[in-house]
């Protein structure tokens, strides 16, 4: 049951998007993609003032104690002007890890500044592959000391927290290291989405501390509650894009008539809505389900894994095509939401594969 | 005591009062009116509707109660509950419903109390050359005298056999634009001027037919609506078949909830479930099914809240992916099992099957392509297709 009213959520998202709507404008966009840390701080500190990176903490910790129904809508509207900051890594995953944690001292000391936007704590979860796989953890903890490496770990270079998964044994625990320690080293990886910040991550014989109650099934479920907020990115996204090639196709002429007359492109765009409502139906339903412990919430949480990956890219490839020449060219921003789209389909684990867990949840139940 | 409690009240009133009636008429275990051991269902419905159940969100003077349709929602409840037949009809008696929002209080008088005592009726509107473009009819209505009559061919029309009347789109002016020279009659379709043939379809099936209509003869008291302004009747009967279907289709989606999709039995069955290729697609099938099923209950939600949803005119231009896949994938997955057809092979006959009745759907009320049509004009706003015989009179449209 989440501490927020549906009216007070609607306040919360109108909020947000009237913020973005005045400092997120796309000239100011490009510009902080452009700079090193890929976002805006001050932005950020407005973001924190608001309450949105407080959604998932609980009250207890200076949270707002509102759930993915919440968050999944503010990333809606993050989907729709293409904003990114560490928002999936800092608010959603990092919040859950230590959320979902039995770490009572670790969410006391960090969780009230995480939602104040005072602290950015960052994930390194994955290996070489990218994707979370217990097995394919690159990172070894002996007593408090981490060696190994971690890959394609976004935003890590504005980290003030590490929260790194380590194998310990037989199985996989989590470590919080501050990423200026000695022996830890960050090697940048260039990325074809500008908004990305990826970096390669070092440790060699590197001080920890360890998470108490942060293991593979927590580190699971927060991935889980990171992929229900991307589908809420690609839905809003989704949305956005068809919304702009609309507009254009109705103000663009050729032989004298606007193209959006063309059954050709009406029938694309009529086909590319019926795609935009399927994302968001699955995106809203799996937070939903998430946030009520549903008994088909697995089922939903990997159907939106790759119905809205899907359909973000899909959108956003055709919008290219309907719209012609000028998406073709850098300075119309279109070009933008389909890098997105593309590497939001690889960075929380592949459509294929959720395509696979999702008809095995049917298998359980017929 | 605030509104909430006192509609609170009323509905209880209305539920005690359904109940009480229908314990003091309704013998639920023999299924028929108490005292009785047959169901007389025309004496049944006479009760119903002289009770004022048949049609309950109706005016007083015309068999109702006036009641909301939440309160409707209760006296069906209750008739649901001791499996009573005759209410709802203000949603599910096509023919009533368009005579009793149409009609002159005339036409109400006459027909309205046989068509809530079960009378068939049928759908006379498309033609051979009018099929998405239903406002170029062909079936002309003469007049003569206080009677029209009626010639021309009709199709797609089922139950025509069964039915007592027609529902019929006539052209009675030939010399205005094609929207503005079509009347709307109620056709009696026991007559010597009415033939019917069944036509054969593509699944094996036949529950459509064909009605010639050679001098058929029709009083003009039974025109729906002004004489010519056919066009407008027909949107408001469209509209209410679209209500029924769409309310046939959520009722029966409701039954099947738990059963095991088909295209995973196909797959256990055939040893294709191991298939890592076979398997992503038997995933995109069953998503395209749950992700319509999400929009249409996010489409009610939207009603509730805010009386329409745009996400209704989606669903069955979604259910033709879904329909024409699943019957494919099924298929491909049977292999050279999927030429036979016999009581031996079920799964091959049902693919079959379903792979032609797909078509019921992505043709049948409307096109796919007329659907994105409908789809980018009112929903997305975009221009709408140009039509060249909107505007010259109707004898002058090039048919073909």
Redesign the interface.
């Known amino acids: 049951m989440s501490a927020i009213s549906p009216e007070d959520r609607a306040a919360m998202r109108e909020s947000f998007a009237r913020l973005l709507a005045s400092d997120h404008t796309e000239a100011r966009m490009r510009a902080t993609t452009a700079s090193p840390a890929g976002f805006d701080r001050s932005l950020w500190g407005k973001v924190g003032e608001m309450g949105l990176l407080a959604v998932l903490v609980a009250e207890e910790n200076g949270g707002l104690g509102a759930g993915m129904r919440e968050m999944g809508e503010l990333f809606e509207e993050a989907g729709k002007a293409l904003y990114t900051a560490p928002l999936l890594e800092s608010a959603v995953i990092a919040t859950s890890l230590l959320a979902l944690s039995a770490d009572a001292e670790a969410r006391a000391r960090l969780l009230s500044a995480m939602a104040a936007g005072e602290t950015i704590a960052i994930p390194a979860l994955t290996g070489d592959s990218g994707t979370w796989d217990a097995a394919g953890v690159a990172v070894e903890a002996a007593g408090d000391l981490l060696s190994g490496h971690a890959a394609y770990v976004n935003h890590a270079a504005s980290a003030d927290v590490l929260l790194v998964a380590a194998r310990e044994g037989a199985g996989v625990a989590l470590y919080e290291v501050a990423p200026a320690t000695d022996g830890v080293t960050l090697t940048p990886q260039p990325a074809n989405d500008p908004s990305l910040r990826l970096s390669r991550i070092n440790f060699e014989g590197a001080a920890a501390r360890r998470i108490e109650g942060a293991d593979a099934a927590v580190i699971r479920a927060a991935l889980d509650r990171g992929r229900v907020a991307q589908a809420g990115e690609q839905a809003g996204g989704s949305r956005h894009v068809l919304d702009m090639t609309v507009a254009y196709m109705l103000g663009r002429y050729q032989f004298g008539r606007p193209i959006g007359s063309y059954q050709a492109l009406k029938h694309m765009a009529a086909d590319l809505l019926v795609e935009v409502e399927s994302a968001l139906s699955a995106a809203r339903h799996a937070a939903a389900a998430m946030d009520d412990g549903s008994a088909d919430a697995v089922q939903l949480v990997s159907l939106a894994g790759f119905a809205c990956a899907d359909a973000y890219v899909e959108v956003t490839a055709q919008a290219i095509q309907m719209h012609g020449g000028i998406a073709y060219t850098t300075e119309y921003p279109l070009h933008l939401y389909w890098r997105r789209a593309r590497s939001l389909a690889q960075m929380l684990g592949s459509s294929g594969a959720f395509c696979e867990q999702y008809l095995g949840e049917w298998e359980k139940a017929a | 005591m605030t509104g909430a409690a006192t509609q609170a009240t009323a509905t209880n009133d209305v539920e005690r009062e359904v109940r009480a009636w229908l314990a003091a008429n309704w013998d639920a275990d023999k299924r028929c009116e108490k005292g009785t051991d047959k169901l007389d269902a025309k004496g049944w419905l006479t009760r119903v509707r002289d009770a004022g159940y048949a049609v309950p969100t109706w005016s007083p003077e015309w068999f109702g109660r006036d009641f909301s349709s939440a309160e409707a929602r209760l006296v069906d409840k209750a008739f649901r509950e001791v499996r009573a037949p005759g209410t709802g009809q203000d949603r599910s008696n096509l023919g009533a419903v368009t005579v009793y929002k149409q009609g002159s209080d005339e036409l109400k008088a006459a027909h309205l109390p046989g068509m809530l005592l079960g009378m068939r009726g049928c759908l006379l509107y498309s033609e051979p050359s009018a099929g998405s473009d239903l406002a170029g009819v062909r079936t002309r209505a003469e007049r003569n005298g206080d009677e029209f009559v009626v010639n021309g061919q009709k199709i797609w029309t089922s139950s025509a056999r069964e039915a007592d009347y027609g529902m019929l789109l006539a052209r009675t002016d030939w010399d205005v634009p094609k929207h503005s020279g079509l009347t709307f009659f109620i056709l009696p379709m026991r007559q010597p001027g009415v033939e019917i043939r069944p036509l054969n379809q593509i699944t094996g099936e036949s529950e459509f037919n064909e009605v010639f209509l050679t001098d058929a003869r029709v009083p003009a008291a039974n025109i729906v609506g002004r004489e010519h302004g056919g066009w407008q009747v027909l949107q408001t009967a469209l509209a209410y078949e679209r209500l029924i279907m769409g309310e046939g289709a959520s009722q029966r989606g409701g039954t099947k909830v738990?059963?095991?999709?088909e295209v995973?039995a196909v797959a256990r069955k055939t040893g294709r479930?191991g298939d890592?290729a076979m398997?992503?697609r038997?995933?995109?099938q069953?998503?395209w099914r749950?992700?319509?099923e999400?929009?249409m209950?996010?489409a009610k939600e939207e009603i509730r809240a805010q009386g329409s949803s745009s996400?209704m005119s989606?669903g069955k231009?979604?259910m033709s992916r879904i329909q024409h896949g699943e019957a494919r994938l099924r298929s491909e997955m049977l292999g050279a099992e999927g030429l036979l057809d016999d009581a031996a092979h079920p799964e091959a006959r049902d693919a079959n099957f379903d792979s032609a009745k797909a078509y019921m759907n992505s043709i049948g009320g409307g096109t796919d392509?007329i659907?994105?049509?409908i789809?980018?004009?009112r929903?997305?706003?975009?221009?709408r297709?140009?039509e060249a015989d909107r505007t010259i009179p109707f004898r002058d449209v090039k048919s073909g």
């Open positions: 738990s059963r095991v999709p995973i479930i890592p398997r992503q038997i995933a995109q069953l998503a749950q992700l319509n999400l929009n209950r996010r996400l989606l231009l979604a392509q659907q994105r049509n789809i980018s004009e929903i997305l706003g975009l221009p297709e140009q």
